[in-house]
């Protein structure tokens, strides 16, 4: 059997890593108090709705307002 070239090796790594973002992604959506995996526990706040969302609209309007900002410096 041949050795992992170094194309196999970024393939391999760049697999785990959007497995783990996929992973987090999954677990901050979740709407779990308690999380428990592969012997890991953790607790946690779990937000309400209302706040994610206010929480999304701030994130738009601060975006917004450094493409306003960033666009004034452009001209």
């Known amino acids: 059997m041949d050795a992992i070239t170094e194309t196999g090796m970024i393939t391999i790594i760049g697999i785990l890593v959007a497995f783990l973002l996929k992973c987090c ?6 709407r779990c108090s308690t999380i428990k995996c592969f012997g890991v526990e953790c607790d946690r706040t779990v937000y309400s709705e209302e706040h994610i969302e206010k929480t999304k609209k701030e994130q738009k309007a601060n975006q917004e307002q450094k493409d306003e900002v960033s666009r004034d410096d452009v001209v």
């Not at 992604?25 to 979740?30: G, K, P, Y």
């Open 25 to 30: 992604a999954q677990i901050e959506e979740s």
